[in-house]
C-alpha cells in the first residue's frame, strides 16, 4: 500500500514507525548475515573474529539493495523532502556539484580526524570496552577490506539509509513548512535543524557504545548538513568515506605519526584540524550561497 493510498500516513505514529522499521530491518539482516557467514567461516576451519571486516565487507554488500529499496521508493514517489532536494539539487551547476563533493570529502576527513583525537584526549577509550571491541573489529581483516569495505562501502551503506531514508524521513515528521515570511522561515529552519539532531542521535545510538555514539553523532549531525547543503546524500557519502579513509590511514600507515610526538603537537594539530573544518564548512556555504544568488 503506497502511502498516498494509506489514510493514516500522515499520523505521527505512522510516520514515526516509517523512519524506525528500515533501520530495524537493516539491523535484523545485517545480523542474521554475518552470523551465517562466521559460522561458514568457522565451518571451514577460519576464526571469524580475524576475518571480521571481511565479513561485514560482505554484510554491506548484501544489505545495500535491501536498503536501496526504501530510498527508491522515496524518491520514485518523492516526499516533500525530496521534492526541495531535487528542486535544490537542479538549481546548481555542474562545477558546484564537483566542488561541493569535494569539499565535502576534505571536511569530513578533517573533522573525523579532529573528533578522533579530541576523543583521545579524554579517558573515554579506555574506559568503553565496546569501544575497544568494535575497533578491534575495524581493523581485523587486513587493508584491502578495510578499504573496500569500511572506506566505501559502509560509508555509502550509512548514508543511504541514516541520510537517504531515515532523515529524510525525518524531516517529513519534523520539519515544518514556513512560507514565505520570515518567522516561517526561521520556524521551518528550527524544524529541520531538530531533524537533523534526531537523525544523528539515532545513527550514534546504534553504534552500540559512548565513545562511538559521541564521535558518531556529531559527524552524524554535520552528515545531515551536507545533504542540506549539496542536495542530495552523495555529499555525505564522500564526507563519510573521507572520515574512514583517514581513520585507516592512520592506524594503518605511519602517515599521522607526526601528530603524536607530544602532546603540544597533538593539541596543536587537533586546534588546527578543527579551524580547517570550519573553514571548509564555511566555504561549502559561501559556494553555495554564491550559486543561489546568481
Known amino acids: 500500500m503506497s502511502q498516498k493510498s494509506n489514510p493514516y500516513s500522515n499520523s505521527i505514529i505512522f510516520k514515526s514507525w516509517n523512519v524506525i522499521y528500515p533501520v530495524l530491518i537493516y539491523y535484523v539482516v545485517a545480523n542474521l548475515a554475518m552470523s551465517l557467514l562466521a559460522m561458514l567461516v568457522s565451518f571451514l576451519g577460519a576464526d571469524y573474529q580475524k576475518q571480521y571486516m571481511a565479513l561485514q565487507t560482505a554484510v554491506a554488500a548484501i544489505s545495500i539493495p535491501v536498503i536501496f529499496r526504501y530510498y527508491q521508493r522515496d524518491r520514485k514517489e518523492p516526499t516533500a523532502f525530496w521534492e526541495r532536494m531535487g528542486a535544490e539539487f537542479a538549481k546548481k551547476t555542474p562545477a558546484q556539484k564537483y566542488l561541493n563533493g569535494v569539499l565535502m570529502f576534505f571536511a569530513g576527513a578533517a573533522a573525523g580526524m579532529a573528533l578522533n583525537n579530541a576523543i583521545a584526549l579524554s579517558a573515554l577509550e579506555e574506559i568503553s570496552k565496546g569501544y575497544q571491541e568494535a575497533a578491534g573489529h575495524f581493523f581485523a581483516g587486513g587493508m584491502f577490506f578495510e578499504l573496500l569495505g569500511a572506506c566505501l562501502l559502509t560509508p555509502f551503506l550509512e548514508e543511504l539509509l541514516y541520510r537517504g531514508v531515515a532523515y529524510a524521513r525525518l524531516c517529513g515528521l519534523m520539519a515544518l513548512p514556513g512560507g514565505n515570511t520570515a518567522e516561517g522561515k526561521k520556524r521551518e529552519k528550527r524544524s529541520r535543524m531538530l531533524a537533523m539532531a534526531s537523525s544523528a542521535l539515532l545513527f550514534g545510538a546504534m553504534h552500540g557504545n559512548l565513545v562511538q555514539f559521541l564521535y558518531a553523532g556529531i559527524l552524524g549531525f554535520l552528515l545531515a548538513w551536507f545533504v542540506e547543503e549539496s ?46 573544518t570550519a573553514l571548509l564548512l564555511a566555504a561549502i556555504q559561501f559556494q553555495n550561497r554564491r550559486g543561489s544568488a546568481h
Not at 605511519?254 to 580547517?276: C, K, N, S, V, Y
Open 231 to 276: 542536495g542530495h546524500f552523495y555529499g555525505a557519502v564522500l564526507a563519510h568515506m573521507g572520515a574512514n579513509l583517514t581513520a585507516v590511514l592512520r592506524m594503518e600507515t605511519g602517515l599521522f605519526g607526526w601528530m603524536e610526538q607530544t602532546r603540544p603537537i597533538f593539541l596543536g594539530a587537533t586546534a588546527a584540524l578543527a579551524l580547517l
